[in-house]
């Protein structure tokens, strides 16, 4: 199977903490790319991580890449109840022709 | 000012009809897709056209046929339905093929009785 692998399948937290998220993949990456999805609706793109970078951030997003452990992790800091979502990473495969393979997602929720 | 807006919404209908989606995307984008997304959150893609070309066509049963009229639109048309076929299905686009990011619709909920 192509598609990448998330854990914790759920995580629930306490506002103000943070959250980590992993996804692991299986060969070799173009980018990987992480989406929210509440529910209800449809994904958002958060960020992209291009194979030769190992770290990136976007406010209170931080996403690493390890390509050598082929994983990724999405680090939410400080967290807020708005945060409650799924959130899928999405792996470009060099080998199978520019397709996004989605992971099946961490559903995470933030409690007031 | 909807970025990607497809219709309708819900869909409930029963077995071995046919149904459209469709989906329209304001953004200039050259790429974009079908994805199915199950109970269980799994999103799959099943189609992506580049400017009106099919380039990926997953393992898709051929009651399923998409038809892109331009680079704009993108419908999806499936004829006999069954009960496994209900689920939420997103259209989405990108400007690069895969290579950037997608911009998804708010899906499409449809229940086969």
């Known amino acids: 199977s192509q598609q990448g692998e998330e854990d914790p399948q759920a995580l629930s937290i306490q506002e103000g903490e943070n959250a980590t998220m992993n996804c692991s993949y299986k060969?070799?990456?173009?980018?990987l790319q992480w989406y929210r999805q509440n529910s209800g609706r449809g994904l958002v793109h958060l960020i992209l991580i291009r194979s030769n970078e190992r770290e990136k951030h976007s406010g209170r997003l931080r996403v690493t890449l390890d390509t050598s452990k082929k994983s990724s992790s999405l680090l939410i800091t400080a967290s807020r109840a708005a945060d409650t979502a799924s959130y899928f990473c999405?792996?470009?495969?060099?080998?199978?022709?520019?397709?996004?393979?989605f992971g099946a997602g961490t559903i995470l929720r933030v409690k007031s | 000012d909807t970025a990607v807006s497809q219709t309708p919404k819900y869909l409930v209908t029963q077995m071995g009809n046919d149904k459209s989606i469709k989906c329209e995307q304001n953004l200039g984008h050259d790429t974009m897709y079908w994805y199915k997304q199950d109970s269980k959150k799994f999103l799959k893609i099943m189609f992506s056209?580049?400017?009106?070309?099919?380039?990926i066509n997953e393992t898709v049963p051929n009651r399923f046929s998409p038809k892109s009229p331009d680079k704009a639109h993108l419908n999806l048309h499936i004829n006999s339905l069954e009960l496994g076929d209900s689920a939420v299905y997103f259209c989405?686009?990108?400007?690069?093929?895969?290579?950037?990011?997608?911009?998804f619709g708010e899906g499409s909920r449809l229940t086969v009785l």
């Open positions: 060969t070799s990456i173009n980018n």
């Open positions: 999405a792996v470009l495969y060099m080998e199978y022709g520019n397709k996004l393979v």
């Open positions: 056209y580049n400017n009106k070309e099919l380039i």
């Open positions: 989405a686009s990108s400007q690069v093929r895969a290579a950037g990011e997608l911009f």
